[in-house]
């Protein structure tokens, strides 16, 4: 798996400033090894909507917010998804935060642009096994979206067991660069 | 039926139950409703599910309270009536034929210092389920990934019941865990905690057979397994059936485990055919492997060879380390550590003996923080029984204590604690008669020692003793006697031996020469574990050559490959002035700005050089300060991005270092600043990069870490008279955190100016919450900080 220097430089506020040669090695080692410790592991899970379009069947699972409904509308079924590079780059960063803090925020950041792309890669596979009938993802904390539903995401995905996700008491999961998300799948033509 | 678990299991195969998740799911429970939810709502179902199980011939019936616990069900009350509903319904399922085991599963949180769960919220979690659940015959903790957690569970159940504990673990193939726990490092520490130790979920039994050898190479008391019926497919189809699942387990029962039973995807049908595989079966008598060995939570250090315990956090005679111990500075202790690890150290010695700090308190709080530093496991080197009993406490891992000695009162009081928490200890040969001179009376004291440590459960090969280095400056022939009762007590028990090495050539001109060869002599004698300061080359050079000549570096590959590019140590050369001419002194002030802003080294020599003519105030006020804000200023309109601001002010950080060894200590410190991410927040690395930046502007910053309770912000502003503090947080739900904290900040000390930050923050919600000012990075958070201590600081060092 590649990281996107584009991406890792967005998130570290890059706006076209000139790169010397240094920073460009130093963002060679942070990919590096961003990528050796990371371990990047999905799982997802397919539920068919019940008609109120935000209740998951078969789960006793329901979205809460206006959002989320707003998001699904047109959807006959969601994907609940989740990613999480593992807690060695939690580790890593937390290391390098003390031995050498730039490295940090880049080995930071490149983490960031990997996750998403983790991301995006089971969403495409998602998309195409969907005929490209999906939405974009929707996570807990956007909107009104409530962060509390992450433990259903826990609890649906057994993300606890299969990606060795922790989830704390204000639902902020470790490890830090964990992402879960719904991805709706729209209603066939008829 | 109340019986003796212990005694039952002691001569014959135990069948625990299945899976009980994918069972209750199959009678169509929702996937989002907890299964121990039905203990209350659905009793029918529970029970029934018990009852097959003990229909299939299930010795033990494992309680519906996995996640019975209050992390998952917080409300009050909650997780307790859940546990005892759920351990009367599988007593009433029992019904006299068969043991029921309380099951306790994990919370789901990860606990400090990755996660935001601590020791103790864990142990009392816990403690609520172990209390409820009370009328079980026997506790089963288990599906643990977090060493750290399985210990509290394993503590709460020791310490709030009598009843037989077993714990288990659940590994990857490779035999690590999430948290990275090894099978030994699980083995080797959790032996202490439990009657049992297994293995359960995650994998099916052939993927766990080679882990279970492992675990059964280390473990002090017996084993039992709980494998998945192989991996499901993509609909959460289990591949085992029952027939392959119980002929996979005669493989256990060969290898000397004992108690077997299911995990995830297993029926009653796997457990009916494990029962008819058993029935043909007697159990192998396993016998107890000799293993010496200590841990961290990662890694464990198998004491068969030298291995090196490095000496450098330790006080005593070290000024500068007794310093950071009494200002709680870890930043020093903290480079002490990695670099003792990286020059070769397998374990580390721990000390804060200094008049003036509480080793109850101190000892367990390096304990934490030195774990979350390095994997190396550490030797707690305190005779006190109450400190070291909290720092074994608060130790993820096997642990050395250092040490016991032959008087009835330190043996009385400390060998219970090393007991207690299964660590390893050093018998120190001293006894109230003061130093033996000869050696029989250490071979005497050794053996005192050896026997109470065994009356009190304590193994020999947990045992290390040392039987002093005396100056060979003062008594000259107790050196050969040290020597020669090394190898009389390592011919007599089997025990292992430890040694400080420096103090031999106490007093002695070039001790470095007498030591190396005291170190040779001593390995050769019989030293397994030799204290000594790694950093020093010829210290491990010593222990790599014995290696190579003892035969233990096999094929001295090893010493090959660290010595391979070696180079004799050229005799040193004075630096003529030569180099330093070179910079020109008429342009310092740009260049030193030039070199800050682009992150160069050579800044540091700059500043060297300009203090040969400038006094260090002058540097830091008419140099450093305005280079340091014109990068601020390049950072705010968007000339520099994140990573070079924070080289920017890492090399600033060396020049200030340069200035402040010129100066009195603290007179080139600006101010002191209390940093802290808020409770239930664990994302850090914003408040760690305003550290950055704040200390290079020579702010001292007291870090207070993340996940930080309010109580212990105003305490840390409050005990140190702070005019400033910033705090962090990253998520919608912890900037509530962040408001109880200014709020309770602001009535203890009402001068301290609080400054905040963080991705969801904003300046209008920053006023709301009664913060002075929101910044929205360091850049911003110096400038601020330049504010509130503008006319303090360095005007009022000056006026002195």
Redesign the interface.
């Known amino acids: 798996m590649k990281i996107s220097r584009a991406e890792t430089?967005r998130y570290?506020?890059?706006?076209g400033?000139?790169l010397?040669a240094?920073?460009e090695q130093?963002l060679d080692r942070a990919e590096e090894l961003c990528l050796s410790a990371a371990r990047p592991v999905t799982v997802w899970r397919r539920f068919c909507l019940e008609p109120d379009g935000v209740t998951?069947s078969?789960?006793?699972?329901t979205f809460r917010g206006n959002a989320i409904l707003r998001h699904l509308a047109g959807c006959d079924a969601a994907y609940l998804v989740a990613g999480t590079l593992?807690?060695?780059v939690?580790?890593l960063?937390?290391?390098l935060?003390?031995?050498?803090?730039?490295?940090?925020?880049?080995t930071?950041a490149a983490a960031v642009s990997l996750i998403e792309r983790v991301m995006d890669e089971l969403s495409d596979e998602i998309s195409r096994k969907e005929g490209g009938r999906v939405t974009r993802r929707f996570s807990c904390?956007y909107a009104d979206f409530p962060?509390e539903q992450q433990?259903?995401f826990?609890?649906?995905l057994d993300m606890?067991?299969k990606l060795?996700v922790?989830?704390?008491?204000?639902?902020?999961m470790?490890?830090?660069k964990t992402v879960t998300a719904v991805i709706g799948v729209r209603k066939a033509e008829m | 039926m109340k019986k003796d678990f212990l005694k039952y299991a002691k001569q014959r195969f135990v069948l625990l139950d299945g899976g009980f998740g994918t069972e209750l799911q199959k009678q169509g429970l929702?996937?989002?409703?907890?299964p121990e939810a039905l203990n209350l709502d659905a009793p029918d179902k529970v029970l029934a599910v018990h009852r097959a199980y003990l229909e299939s011939g299930a010795d033990v019936i494992l309680s519906n309270t996995f996640g019975a616990n209050r992390?998952?069900h917080p409300a009050s009350g909650e997780a307790a009536s859940l546990t005892a509903a759920g351990v009367r319904l599988a007593r009433e399922a029992a019904g006299g034929k068969a043991f029921v085991a309380l099951d306790i599963g994990?919370t789901?949180?990860?606990t400090e210092?990755?996660?935001?769960?601590s020791f103790e919220e864990a142990y009392d979690v816990f403690r609520e389920q172990v209390l409820a659940g009370r009328d079980a015959d026997v506790i089963l903790i288990e599906?643990m990934?977090?060493l750290t957690e399985l210990k509290a569970a394993a503590l709460a159940a020791r310490e709030n019941s009598s009843l037989p504990v077993m714990c288990s673990m659940?590994f990857d193939e490779s035999g690590r865990?999430?948290?990275?726990c090894s099978v030994e490092c699980f083995g080797l520490t959790a032996s202490a905690y439990a009657d049992f130790l297994g293995i359960n979920?995650?994998l099916g039994p052939d993927k766990i057979l080679p882990l279970m050898k492992r675990l059964l190479a280390v473990s002090r008391v017996p084993v039992f397994v709980k494998a998945n019926a192989g991996l499901p497919d993509s609909e959460m189809n289990y591949s085992v059936g029952a027939e392959g699942f119980a002929a996979m387990y005669s493989d256990y029962a060969d290898i000397g485990v004992s108690v077997m039973g299911g995990c995830?995807g297993t029926t009653p049908a796997h457990i009916a055919a494990v029962k008819g595989m058993l029935s043909a079966k007697k159990p192998v008598e396993r016998i107890i492997p000799y293993v010496s060995a200590v841990c961290s939570a990662t890694k464990a250090v198998f004491i068969d060879g030298v291995k090196v315990v490095g000496e450098r956090i330790n006080p005593t005679g070290k000024k500068a380390m007794k310093e950071a111990l009494l200002a709680g500075d870890l930043?020093y202790i903290?480079a002490r550590t990695?670099e003792q690890v990286e020059a070769g150290a397998d374990i580390l010695d721990v000390n804060c003996g200094v008049p003036g700090i509480d080793e109850g308190e101190m000892l367990p709080r390096m304990v934490r923080f030195l774990s979350?530093?390095t994997d190396a496991p550490l030797q707690i080197d305190c005779g006190k029984a109450d400190a070291v009993e909290r720092a074994l406490r608060a130790y993820t891992g096997k642990a050395i204590v250092n040490s016991v000695n032959a008087e009835d009162g330190s043996l009385d009081s400390l060998l219970p604690v090393v007991k207690k928490y299964g660590a390893a200890v050093v018998a120190l040969t001293v006894s109230e008669r003061g130093v033996p001179r000869t050696v029989e009376e250490r071979l005497e004291l050794a053996r005192k020692i050896i026997l109470a440590a065994k009356a009190h459960g304590i193994p020999e090969q947990d045992v290390f003793v040392d039987c002093l280095t005396l100056t060979a400056g003062a008594e000259q022939e107790q050196a050969m006697r040290t020597l020669s009762a090394l190898t009389a007590i390592k011919r007599e028990f089997e025990v292992k031996t430890t040694l400080g090495v420096s103090n031999v050539s106490f007093g002695l001109p070039a001790r470095k020469i007498v030591n190396t060869s005291f170190l040779t002599m001593a390995m050769y004698a019989g030293l397994d574990l030799p204290i000594l300061n790694p950093n020093i080359p010829e210290n491990m050079q010593a222990v790599d050559a014995f290696n190579v000549l003892s035969g233990r570096d096999v094929g001295c590959a090893r010493y090959a490959e660290k010595y391979a590019g070696y180079v004799e140590a050229a005799p040193a050369v004075k630096p003529t002035s030569s180099g330093a001419e070179e910079l020109s002194s008429q342009s310092s002030e740009g260049e030193l700005a030039h070199c800050i802003r682009?992150?160069l080294d050579r800044a540091a020599e700059i500043t060297r050089e300009l203090l040969k003519t400038h006094d260090g105030l002058e540097v830091i006020d008419d140099y450093l300060i305005p280079a340091l804000n014109a990068v601020g200023e390049d950072y705010a309109s968007?000339?520099?991005?994140?990573?070079?601001l924070?080289?920017s002010?890492?090399t600033a950080k060396k020049c200030f270092d340069a200035v402040r060894a010129t100066l009195p200590a603290g007179s080139a410190e600006k101010g002191v600043i209390v940093l802290a991410t808020v409770k239930?927040?664990?994302?850090d690395?914003g408040k760690?990069?305003v550290k950055?930046v704040l200390e290079n502007y020579g702010y001292r910053i007291i870090d207070l870490g993340k996940n930080v309770p309010c109580e212990e912000v105003v305490r840390a502003c409050r005990e140190n008279g702070v005019k400033l503090c910033g705090l962090s947080a990253l998520?919608?739900?912890?900037v509530d955190?962040m408001r109880l904290t200014v709020e309770a900040l602001k009535e203890a000390c009402p001068d301290c100016k609080v400054m905040v930050g963080g991705a969801v923050l904003t300046a209008d919600y920053a006023e709301k919450i009664g913060a002075d000012r929101y910044c929205r990075d360091a850049a911003e958070s110096a400038r601020y900080a330049g504010e509130v201590f503008a006319n303090r600081g360095l005007e009022r060092e000056r006026k002195k």
């Open positions: 430089l570290l506020g890059f706006r400033q000139e010397t240094a920073d130093d998951l078969g789960s006793g699972v593992g807690l060695d939690d580790k960063v937390a290391r935060m003390r031995e050498d803090p730039a490295l940090a925020v880049m930071d904390g962060l433990t259903d826990m609890r649906l606890g067991r060795g922790y989830i704390g008491a204000d639902h902020i470790i490890p830090q | 929702p996937a989002g409703v907890p992390r998952k994990p789901g949180a990860l210092p990755l996660g935001d769960l599906t990934s977090d659940t865990t999430f948290t990275g979920c995650s995830c930043d903290a990695v979350s530093l682009k992150g968007g000339k520099i991005f994140l990573p070079q924070i080289s002010a890492e239930g927040d664990v994302h690395i760690n990069i950055t998520m919608t739900t912890t955190n």
